[in-house]
């Protein structure tokens, strides 16, 4: 038996040993439906809680909006009583206005009338002593007298009406220049008490203002978290989707060769020596794909076959790709169909670049033919 012989019977034994051993290549290796369907009504429970949490938040805001609608037409109604007290108040101090300017003119007629009563009086006091002085000399002249006395009393008479006039009218406009000031005392307390509730309504309008955005906020924030929840929820059912309709064995005999290149060892796993897949001559780097959907198991150098990635495809399927120069792919790692694993290396049997390709089923290996596409 050649060297050449001895290596190629030695390897299968050695990728036994690997399948078993390994821990990856589990049922746990790909995501099973079950796990989805669990992780889907997970992210649907978060997505329904989100939704309640979402809809409670545009309730509160809805109420706030709202209240701040509420608030602006109270904060209307008190700018009207407003509007009407300040009219109300320039009409009141108009008419202040007016009698201030009539209190004037009374005042300068007044001042008038005392003049004009102080010169009447200021001529007939020499008149009145002169008269006490010389009464009895006077006496012997009556009608003289008597007609100075009825001027002088005519006279007294006059100014003592002026001035009573003038102290009426004096009175008169001092009190309603009081009422006025009483008018306009109140109005300012009643503008003090509407500004004030516009005060407080200002407050109320920039703290539900607040609140709103602070609502609004929050409601933003749980509906992208809400979105990517959705998003989750979307990926987990295209993944189960997937996983219940990408079923490995659907796909026999419609599966792609993992590169392009000739054929140049067949399936003969009863053969001496066995050989348990395939091998494939192919030009210099080049790419190996995956032949289906599923998860990197192992990515390492295995004895004999060099470097070696596994994927696991579900329901105890596996394909093996060895001899590779390279690898583009990690352990864990989920690959999608004709995704690019690595690139061809020396590969024995070619004596040259080439690919060495496995199936298994349960462990076992099976004719990767019957599951590729017809040969090329």
């Not at 001559?281 to 995956?290: G, K, L, P, Q, Y």
């Amino acid at each position: 038996m050649t060297r050449m012989q001895k290596r190629v019977v030695r390897f299968p034994i050695c990728l036994c040993l690997c399948l078993i051993s390994c821990p990856l290549l589990s049922r746990q290796g790909l995501a099973q439906p079950a796990h989805l369907e669990k992780a889907l009504q997970s992210e649907r429970q978060k997505a329904d809680e989100r939704k309640g949490a979402v809809q409670k938040l545009a309730d509160r805001e809805k109420a706030l909006v709202g209240k701040l609608s509420e608030i602006d037409q109270r904060m209307k109604a008190a700018q009207a009583r407003i509007d009407k007290q300040e009219e109300a108040l320039d009409i009141i101090r108009k008419e202040e206005a007016k009698y201030a300017e009539q209190y004037e003119v009374v005042r300068k007629r007044r001042e008038q009338s005392v003049r004009e009563l102080r010169r009447l009086l200021d001529l007939l006091w020499p008149i009145n002593a002169q008269g006490m002085h010389e009464g009895a000399r006077l006496a012997d002249s009556w009608d003289t007298a008597d007609r100075r006395f009825q001027w002088n009393s005519a006279a007294y008479n006059r100014a003592r009406s002026m001035l009573e006039g003038v102290r009426r009218q004096e009175q008169e406009l001092a009190g309603v220049v009081a009422k006025q000031k009483e008018l306009e005392a109140q109005v300012d307390r009643q503008l003090v008490g509407i500004n004030a509730d516009k005060d407080t309504l200002l407050r109320d309008k920039l703290s539900t203002n607040a609140r709103i955005s602070q609502v609004s906020n929050q409601r933003r924030d749980l509906e992208s978290e809400l979105q990517s929840i959705i998003k989750t929820i979307q990926q987990l059912n295209y993944q189960l989707v997937s996983q219940r309709s990408r079923k490995f064995d659907s796909f026999k005999s419609s599966l792609p060769w993992p590169v392009g290149g000739k054929l140049v060892a067949t399936f003969a796993p009863d053969g001496k020596p066995a050989r348990r897949g395939i091998g494939i001559a192919t030009s210099d780097s080049a790419t190996v794909r995956s032949v289906f959907w599923g998860k990197v198991v192992h990515n390492d150098v295995l004895r004999g076959l060099g470097k070696v990635v596994i994927l696991y495809h579900g329901g105890d399927y596996y394909s093996l790709y060895a001899y590779l120069s390279d690898v583009s792919v990690e352990t864990g790692q989920d690959v999608e169909k004709d995704e690019a694993i690595g690139h061809a290396g020396y590969y024995p049997e070619a004596h040259g670049n080439g690919l060495y390709f496995e199936l298994r089923f349960h462990q076992k290996p099976i004719n990767p033919q019957q599951w590729l596409m017809p040969a090329q």
